[in-house]
């Protein structure tokens, strides 16, 4: 069975530092993993995914994730947060080695980042 | 290119109502996906579409039913609505190619 682990409910940083939003997968085979931010009342937005190839993936808004197998980690990082960046982010994984199509969500991380 | 259109906004159910959830894209996906959003749950998978006349179960399908009649449309139908089913749902579309979903803007239901 696959599943996705965000452990912090809450990242708080202050404007101008870097940021890390943390994200572990369990997935029997390799993973497709994703990173999607939703601002208040709006709907999921797609920020980056890993599928295959280089380790860190660079994605909107100046935001990059690196895929660590060893870990079984996605974490999403940026070197500079804005206040802007302030949202709730999920992360995602489909396990593609066992042919679903189903996409597991974990629980959403909300990011404060303050001026 | 509207992207993935959900209606309606918002709405109220009495216990025991019934409703449809619509979700159109056209974006000519084949796959289509309902969510639903509780607070500090994140997104739990209702029902899938990998293609019109083809539906599958997610995480949690008691007390909704799906078709798919065209490539478009794929609406979630409440039969007897409960206040367990108080929540946000969004549906998602994505192509055969790409593994990226794109969302509704989402529709909030209380049952009261």
């Known amino acids: 069975a696959q599943s996705v682990a965000q452990p912090e409910d809450q990242v708080n940083v202050a404007e101008g530092n870097p940021l890390t939003v943390k994200c572990t997968y369990s997935v029997s085979g390799n993973p497709y993993l994703f990173w999607y931010v939703q601002y208040p009342n709006r709907g999921l937005q797609f920020l980056l995914k890993?599928?295959?190839?280089?380790?860190l993936v660079k994605g909107s808004y100046g935001f990059e994730a690196e895929f660590n197998k060893s870990q079984t980690s996605f974490h999403l990082k940026k070197p500079s947060a804005l206040v802007s960046d302030s949202a709730l982010y999920f992360c995602?994984?489909?396990?593609?080695?066992?042919?679903?199509?189903?996409?597991?969500f974990g629980t959403g991380t909300r990011l404060k980042v303050l001026a | 290119n509207a992207g993935v259109t959900q209606t309606p906004k918002f709405r109220i159910l009495k216990i025991g109502q019934s409703m449809t959830l619509q979700c159109t894209q056209d974006?000519?996906?084949?796959?289509m996906y309902w969510y639903r959003q509780d607070p500090g749950m994140g997104l739990k998978l209702i029902y899938y579409s990998v293609g019109a006349g083809i539906t599958d179960k997610g995480e949690v399908p008691n007390g909704y039913n799906v078709s798919r009649s065209t490539t478009e449309d794929f609406p979630l139908r409440l039969e007897l609505a409960a206040p367990s089913q108080t929540s946000v749902y969004f549906c998602?579309?994505?192509?055969?190619?790409?593994?990226?979903?794109?969302f509704g803007p989402g529709t909030r239901l209380l049952v009261l």
């Open positions: 995602a994984v489909r396990d593609k080695a066992s042919g679903t199509y189903k996409y597991i």
């Open positions: 974006m000519n996906h084949n796959y």
């Open positions: 998602a579309s994505r192509s055969d190619r790409e593994e990226t979903q794109y």
């Open positions: 890993y599928i295959t190839g280089d380790n």
